[in-house]
């Protein structure tokens, strides 16, 4: 059984960091892309960022570049995405997940098996 297992919010304040870890069991990250997504109160859920299946290849929201990295560790098989700057509009509940190609999303990929975890709360103050 797949699990996905996001941990790292926190409440912190505008210009702060935080680095959200997402760990799977049952599944070889090193195998898919990989994506991380956000959901704010009242909003769609949106896509912040992806890494490529290589790992070669990042891609990110026009908001969160410059401020947000996304990386892999293939020995801890846990994917990291380390967050600068934070502003409070980054307040979100936090997911990864695998993703696959798909041009007509943003970012150019889309959420595939349906891998979601609890996602972890990052809640910025200003």
């Known amino acids: 059984r797949v699990q996905m297992v996001e941990s790292g919010g926190a409440l912190v304040q505008a210009g702060g960091s935080l680095r959200l870890s997402c760990t799977a069991s049952g599944l070889d990250l090193d195998h898919f892309a990989l994506g991380w997504f956000r959901q704010a109160p009242g909003k769609e859920r949106e896509v912040v960022s992806i890494l490529s299946r290589s790992g070669r290849n990042t891609y990110y929201i026009e908001s969160v570049k410059g401020r947000f990295t996304i990386s892999r560790d293939d020995a801890r098989n846990t994917l990291y995405l380390q967050m600068d700057s934070l502003k409070p509009e980054d307040t979100a509940l936090y997911y990864c997940?695998?993703?696959?190609?798909?041009?007509?999303?943003?970012?150019?990929?889309?959420?595939?098996?349906?891998?979601w975890g609890q996602g972890t709360q990052v809640t910025v103050s200003s």
């Open positions: 997940t695998t993703v696959g190609s798909d041009p007509n999303a943003k970012l150019g990929f889309s959420p595939i098996f349906n891998y």
